[in-house]
Protein backbone atom coordinates (compact mmCIF):
# COMPACT_ATOMS: atom_id res chain seq x y z
CA UNK A 1 0.00 0.00 0.00
CA UNK A 2 1.28 3.43 -0.59
CA UNK A 3 1.73 5.93 1.62
CA UNK A 4 -0.48 8.26 0.21
CA UNK A 5 -3.60 7.23 -2.20
CA UNK A 6 -5.94 9.66 -3.77
CA UNK A 7 -9.72 9.72 -3.93
CA UNK A 8 -12.48 11.63 -5.72
CA UNK A 9 -11.93 12.25 -9.72
CA UNK A 10 -13.94 11.81 -11.92
CA UNK A 11 -16.34 13.30 -15.06
CA UNK A 12 -18.20 16.40 -14.84
CA UNK A 13 -19.34 19.16 -16.81
CA UNK A 14 -18.34 22.81 -17.09
CA UNK A 15 -19.10 24.76 -13.92
CA UNK A 16 -19.31 21.84 -11.78
CA UNK A 17 -17.12 20.69 -8.80
CA UNK A 18 -15.11 17.83 -7.76
CA UNK A 19 -13.37 17.79 -4.18
CA UNK A 20 -10.63 15.23 -4.05
CA UNK A 21 -8.70 13.78 -1.06
CA UNK A 22 -5.38 12.71 -0.16
CA UNK A 23 -5.05 10.55 2.55
CA UNK A 24 -2.02 9.22 4.68
CA UNK A 25 -1.88 5.32 5.41
CA UNK A 26 -0.62 4.38 8.31
CA UNK A 27 -1.83 4.77 12.32
CA UNK A 28 1.17 6.83 13.04
CA UNK A 29 1.36 8.57 9.36
CA UNK A 30 0.57 12.08 9.36
CA UNK A 31 0.84 15.03 7.10
CA UNK A 32 2.83 17.89 7.28
CA UNK A 33 2.86 19.55 3.87
CA UNK A 34 1.12 19.46 1.08
CA UNK A 35 1.34 20.14 -2.42
CA UNK A 36 -1.22 19.70 -5.50
CA UNK A 37 0.12 19.32 -8.69
CA UNK A 38 -1.67 18.67 -12.31
CA UNK A 39 -0.50 17.31 -16.11
CA UNK A 40 -1.54 16.48 -19.55
CA UNK A 41 0.15 14.50 -21.47
CA UNK A 42 2.80 16.50 -23.63
CA UNK A 43 3.31 18.55 -20.63
CA UNK A 44 5.49 19.51 -17.74
CA UNK A 45 3.61 18.75 -13.68
CA UNK A 46 1.94 22.38 -12.93
CA UNK A 47 2.05 23.39 -9.09
CA UNK A 48 -1.74 24.61 -8.26
CA UNK A 49 -1.26 24.61 -4.40
CA UNK A 50 0.42 23.91 -1.46
CA UNK A 51 -0.10 24.21 2.24
CA UNK A 52 2.44 24.69 4.71
CA UNK A 53 3.14 23.39 8.09
CA UNK A 54 0.59 25.73 9.72
CA UNK A 55 -1.82 25.16 7.22
CA UNK A 56 -1.54 28.15 5.23
CA UNK A 57 -2.26 28.21 1.64
CA UNK A 58 -1.41 29.36 -1.51
CA UNK A 59 -2.77 28.94 -5.18
CA UNK A 60 -1.10 29.88 -8.81
CA UNK A 61 -2.29 30.55 -11.88
CA UNK A 62 -5.82 29.71 -12.75
CA UNK A 63 -6.56 27.53 -9.35
CA UNK A 64 -6.68 30.83 -7.54
CA UNK A 65 -10.19 31.83 -6.98
CA UNK A 66 -11.67 28.78 -7.68
CA UNK A 67 -9.77 25.56 -5.86
CA UNK A 68 -9.14 25.13 -2.31
CA UNK A 69 -7.06 23.07 -0.06
CA UNK A 70 -7.18 22.26 3.54
CA UNK A 71 -7.12 19.60 6.52
CA UNK A 72 -9.88 16.57 6.05
CA UNK A 73 -9.75 15.01 8.89
CA UNK A 74 -7.16 15.64 11.74
CA UNK A 75 -4.11 14.93 10.10
CA UNK A 76 -4.34 12.46 7.59
CA UNK A 77 -6.00 13.82 4.61
CA UNK A 78 -5.72 16.90 2.97
CA UNK A 79 -8.71 18.09 0.20
CA UNK A 80 -8.47 19.33 -2.22
CA UNK A 81 -12.05 20.96 -3.52
CA UNK A 82 -12.05 22.52 -7.02
CA UNK A 83 -15.15 24.44 -8.13
CA UNK A 84 -16.21 26.10 -11.03
CA UNK A 85 -14.43 23.51 -12.86
CA UNK A 86 -13.73 24.30 -16.66
CA UNK A 87 -12.54 22.39 -19.93
CA UNK A 88 -8.99 23.43 -19.43
CA UNK A 89 -8.86 21.61 -15.81
CA UNK A 90 -9.08 18.42 -17.55
CA UNK A 91 -5.91 16.63 -16.29
CA UNK A 92 -4.39 14.18 -13.71
CA UNK A 93 -4.14 15.78 -10.40
CA UNK A 94 -1.17 14.73 -7.78
CA UNK A 95 -0.92 15.57 -4.45
CA UNK A 96 2.81 15.59 -3.02
CA UNK A 97 3.26 15.48 0.65
CA UNK A 98 5.82 15.83 3.50
CA UNK A 99 4.75 13.01 5.81
CA UNK A 100 5.55 12.03 9.54
CA UNK A 101 6.16 8.45 11.10
CA UNK A 102 8.49 8.97 13.61
CA UNK A 103 11.11 10.99 11.23
CA UNK A 104 9.64 12.94 8.44
CA UNK A 105 9.77 11.65 4.33
CA UNK A 106 8.77 12.67 0.85
CA UNK A 107 5.54 11.05 -1.13
CA UNK A 108 3.53 11.11 -4.08
CA UNK A 109 -0.24 10.07 -4.29
CA UNK A 110 -0.73 7.67 -7.48
CA UNK A 111 -2.58 10.53 -9.73
CA UNK A 112 -6.27 10.67 -10.53
CA UNK A 113 -8.04 11.86 -13.64
CA UNK A 114 -10.66 14.89 -13.65
CA UNK A 115 -12.43 15.28 -16.64
CA UNK A 116 -14.73 18.58 -17.32
CA UNK A 117 -16.99 18.14 -20.48
CA UNK A 118 -18.14 21.73 -22.29
Known amino acids: QAPLVESGGGLVQAGGSLRLSCAAKGFYVSINTMDWYRQTPGNQRELIAT???????RYFGSAAGRFTVGRDGANNAVYLQMNNLQPEDTAVYYC????????????WGQGIQVTVSS
Open 96 to 107: KAELSEERKFEA
Open 51 to 57: MDYMGST
